[in-house]
């Protein structure tokens, strides 16, 4: 049985070595431990906010997206996009949504698994959550250029303004119209998660090779 399980989940720690390392192997463990904790954390922050400059709007309309929820100027935001033949912020992403907080919390188990195997395995565990992230800001740099560029051209406006491509991070330009792009905490937390597991790797590593070296010799 013991031997099943280690060929799973990588050699155990000898009692011994344990106490003579501890630190070795007690470092890819607190780094995965608290990158699964800050995207945890992440849940319930804001992930991205965005910033529209208009003529008639000075101080500008700013929208809060959290994983499963848009905050702020919405339904200002909406009413103006109208003119131009923008669908609704909220039909954005709908499947995404759905299921971005499970998906997460799949993310947060999955790096805590990681800190019970011992061998290559942990870094496929940890795969997802490291390139969380990206695929997070991808998948919105998708939908900002299905909305930009699926203009109703019927819409009173859709003369005025061509069909454009927001920009997901920075400053961008639409017609007389500025928009401000940035990451919210949600974000930065599920960044220095990527990071986190990324530097608990190279240590994971360092600690275990040798023991599943040794298994295998």
């Keep these: 049985m013991t031997e ?6 990588g050699p155990r720690v000898p009692a011994e070595e344990m106490r003579a390392n501890r630190g070795r192997y007690l470092l890819p463990t607190a780094l995965f431990l608290l990158a699964a904790l800050l995207l945890l954390v992440s849940i319930f922050q804001p992930y991205w906010h965005m910033t529209l400059f208009a003529p008639q709007y000075p ?19 909406d009413g103006l996009n109208h003119y131009i033949g923008m669908r609704p912020l909220a039909e954005a992403a709908s499947f995404e949504k759905s ?62 303004v061509k069909p454009f491509v927001p920009k997901v991070l920075g400053e961008g330009l639409i017609a007389q119209f500025k928009t401000v792009a940035k990451p919210g905490v949600g974000l930065w937390l599920a960044m220095l998660a990527s990071l986190l597991i990324l530097i608990g790797l190279y240590f994971h590593r360092r600690a275990y090779k040798p023991l599943v070296e040794a298994a295998k010799g």
């Design 99 to 160: 299921i971005s907080v499970i998906g997460v919390a799949v993310l947060v188990l999955l790096v805590l698994a990681a800190v019970f195997v011992h061998n290559r395995w942990a870094a496929l565990l940890a795969l997802p959550a490291l390139l969380f992230p990206v695929i997070f800001l991808l998948d919105l740099q998708f939908w900002l250029a299905n909305f930009g560029t699926n203009l109703d051209p019927t819409a009173a406006l859709s003369s005025s």
């Design 59 to 77: 101080k500008g309309l700013t929208v809060h997206a959290y994983l499963n929820d848009l905050e702020g100027d919405v339904s200002e935001l």
């Design 4 to 9: 099943n399980v280690e060929k799973i989940l």
